[in-house]
């Protein structure tokens, strides 16, 4: 069987540290504006600043800054080298519906096929972004070191992508009125009531809102009732606790799913740099495999709406 490497992109919040301990070769990165309108890469490890400082020039200052993909020819630059040395490329990148990164690693892959004929490269539209694509990342590395062909770990992912689920809440909704995702008034009567809106992955590979929880407390049980309901095997995962400029409130979270859910273990982590350019601050969400998400998340709303009663 041909070797083959993994491949991501910055939105899966993989440090250099992680992609080294699970032989995850390369990682696609995004340009991000500032507000004053300079730019650089995004950066998988956090030197230029520190998660909070980031976030809470987002939170404090008001300020917002933009994403945009890396170009095809700087993906094919990444890509190349991996083909002269006759390495096959199996690529996971952040939902299409959020970034534009998922076209342009597609249409790099179409140019390098025709350039490298004996070659395959397998581009996997993941449909979830930041933890969700590390576990995605992650066990797709598992995958390959078990022994599993390309084909048959890119159909894994195909097959598990939709087991991925988040479950938490997004607090700063003032972020998302600047964002345009909600306009003013909900957001200032919303933080008025003390709203916490929840979401989870849909299959247009967007998250959706489910339930709307009014206080933290209430969120959190919520939250773990509502993992309880749709996790499987929990014994045998290790959950992922993405947060933005809320590192308290998610350790208190962890602490919770160990004690309710007992999980193998429960990692809390900063959600990367360029997702976090979208989610911004208020961020407190847990990562797992679970059932298959229904369409339109009928089978999801209806259970959220039965725990929290």
């Excluded at 020039?57 to 800054?65: D, F, G, L, R, V």
């Excluded at 990148?93 to 690693?105: E, F, K, M, Q, R």
């Excluded at 078990?146 to 598990?160: Q, R, T, V």
């Excluded at 919770?256 to 976090?276: C, F």
Aim: charged share 25%; proline share 4%.
């Amino acid at each position: 069987m041909k070797n083959y490497v993994i491949v991501t992109d910055h939105s899966a919040a993989l440090s250099t540290e992680l992609m080294k301990r699970y032989h995850i070769a390369e990682s696609v990165y995004l340009h991000i504006s500032r507000p004053d309108g300079s730019s650089f890469v995004s950066d998988r490890d956090w030197k230029m600043f520190t998660p909070d400082q980031f976030f809470g020039q987002m939170a404090n200052k008001k300020q917002i800054y933009r994403t945009s993909a890396a170009n095809i020819e700087e993906i094919k630059a990444i890509f190349e080298p991996h083909l002269k040395a006759g390495e096959d490329i199996l690529s996971i990148n952040i939902s299409h519906a959020l970034s534009g990164t998922y076209d342009h690693v597609y249409k790099a892959a179409e140019e390098l096929r025709a350039a490298y004929p004996g070659s395959k490269i397998v581009v996997i539209d993941s449909l979830v972004f930041g933890p969700g694509l590390t576990l995605l990342a992650l066990r797709a590395a598992m995958n390959r070191d078990n022994g599993m062909s390309l084909e048959d770990n890119a159909k894994w992912l195909e097959e598990n992508k939709i087991r991925i689920h988040e479950a938490g809440p997004m607090d700063d909704l003032f972020f998302l009125a600047r964002q345009g995702r909600i306009n003013h008034a909900a957001a200032f009567f919303g933080t008025m009531a003390g709203v916490k809106p929840m979401g989870e992955f849909g299959d247009n590979g967007m998250t959706t809102v489910i339930y709307k929880a009014k206080g933290y407390k209430k969120a959190m049980k919520v939250a773990v009732a509502y993992i309880k309901e749709t996790i499987v095997e929990p014994e045998k995962q290790v959950i992922f606790i993405g947060q933005s400029y809320r590192e308290e409130q998610a350790e208190a979270f962890a602490e919770l799913i160990r004690e309710e859910i007992q999980p193998r273990d429960v990692v809390v982590l900063s959600i990367d740099m360029s997702t976090g350019c979208n989610v911004g601050p208020g961020l407190n969400a847990a990562y797992y495999f679970g059932k298959p998400r229904s369409a339109g998340l009928v089978e999801e709303k209806a259970i959220i709406e039965r725990v929290a009663a």
